[in-house]
């Protein structure tokens, strides 16, 4: 009996070192504890959670700031059988090493990042899942928007996939290995994301209100959305509590815009890497029946959306933007 309790205790305290260790810590307006490693100390001996470094250069609005790091140190080497990737990929790795992952005690390290000044977004990318699959009914769907502008020469860290891609137990980490960008997120807290639902009978095209919904649309639906560091490294903006979890079937319009125009997207398209939609476009339109949502960015109220349709099954399926 002894020994099943011990068994039953250690098996309880292994799933909750592994939750606390492989899930983001939640977005915080105070993100100087993104690069803070505690060792315990009074109060219990309480350890800070261990959070993701930052990888990729950002830009940062006046809202926003980041405590600069003294230095780099890189102690635990990755030692793991690399779960989740192919044989190929490993060799790569392993030819390439040494590698050290994120969200270990003992590695730190830091790309570079500056104020956001007066540049502009070059463009906006929204997440791939938006693009191309449907929201099904009473699901959580992942919502995640990343800003790039254009920069000169700023460092970032060469990051690589080292366990479990694409889940929510993907490591990643770095070899040391420092590259120049000519690209750089833009931060910013105010970032705001509205889901509004279309009516049975839409206006020919919703009116943007400066209080941040469409006019014509039905009640903005609230959600949880702010910066998050991601475990390669970039400052994004995403939903917290597993992202947007719709209740009803229908069209819906996902709408992301910073008050007071803290952001600039004026000078804005929209780019997955593959297609670009140019900045002029501004469209109104419920999302197809294929379920591939259209990102679009509206320059003349500085704000980007896209259209999706919300399904009870299913949800694949539907070609990505045009």
Known sequence: ???????????????????????????????SIIHKYGSGGGGGGHTETLVNNLSFPALLASDYSLTKLPSNSFLKIYVGDYPGLTASEIAALTTTGPWYPQKTEGNY??????????????????????????????????????????????????????????????????????????????????????????????????????????????????????????????????????GWKPTEIGNYRITFYTPSNMVDLSHAIIDNYANYISPSTIAVSAASSEGAGFPIVDVNNNLTYVDVKVVTSGGGGGKKGK
Not at 14 to 25: A, K, N, R, T
Not at 119 to 144: A, H, K, Q, T
Not at 218 to 233: C, D, V, W
Request: hydrophobic share 45%; with cysteine.
């Open 1 to 31: 009996m002894k020994r099943n309790i011990f068994t039953i205790l250690f098996f309880a305290f292994s799933i909750l070192l592994v939750d606390c260790y492989e899930h983001p810590v939640e977005p915080s307006k105070d993100q």
């Open 109 to 242: 390290w830091q790309a570079d990042y500056a104020s956001l000044g007066s540049n502009f977004v070059s463009f906006v990318d929204w997440g791939d899942n938006i693009e191309s699959m449907n929201p099904v009914l009473n699901r959580p769907f992942r919502l995640e928007v990343v800003l790039f502008a254009a920069v000169s020469s700023m460092t970032a860290y060469n990051m690589a996939l080292l366990e479990y891609p694409s889940s929510l137990n993907e490591l990643q980490g770095t070899n040391t290995t420092t590259y120049l960008s000519n690209w750089a997120t833009v931060a910013t807290n105010s970032a705001k994301l509205v889901i509004q639902k279309f009516p049975l009978n839409p206006p020919v095209e919703p009116v943007w209100n400066v209080n941040g919904y469409w006019e014509g649309l039905e009640t903005p639906s609230n959600i949880s959305f702010a910066m998050e560091l991601n475990i390669a490294g970039k400052l994004i903006y995403g939903a917290s509590e597993g």
